[in-house]
Nanobody, 118 residues
Framework: QVQLVESGGGLVQPGGSLRLSCTASRSIVNYYSMEWYRQAPGKQRELVARITRGDATNYADSVKGRFTIARDNAKNTVFLQMNSLSPEDTAVYYC????????????WGQGTQVTVSS
């Protein structure tokens, strides 16, 4: 079993920045595609950013140019740098490890709250 632990959330003013971290209890971040999702109150969970095993990155249109996903394999950690935050970015952010093979499990973190408000 693998645990994913997110950190770095909090309260930030509009236009501010936060960096989220997701640390895995085992060395999987270089083998799995690592993703950040978010879920705002009353809304469905949505994919925000992905980094694949080959280091390809994908972003939701709403965060392109503002968010950057990266990973540190040596630390088993994935980061989400969030800049130019707006109230619409307020949500619980979840880390997800997407299994590269069908017979391997996916993993989810517990989530970290990001609130953008003045």
């Amino acid at each position: 079993q693998v645990q994913l632990v997110e950190s770095g959330g909090g309260l930030v003013q509009p236009g501010g920045s936060l960096r989220l971290s997701c640390t895995a209890s085992r060395s999987i971040v270089n083998y799995y595609s690592m993703e950040w999702y978010r879920q705002a109150p009353g809304k469905q969970r949505e994919l925000v950013a992905r980094i694949t095993r080959g280091d390809a990155t994908n972003y939701a249109d709403s965060v392109k140019g503002r968010f950057t996903i990266a990973r540190d394999n040596a630390k088993n950690t994935v980061f989400l740098q969030m800049n130019s935050l707006s109230p619409e970015d307020t949500a619980v952010y979840y880390c997800h490890a997407a299994a590269p093979l069908r017979d391997l499990p996916d993993y989810w973190g517990q989530g970290t709250q990001v609130t953008v408000s003045s």
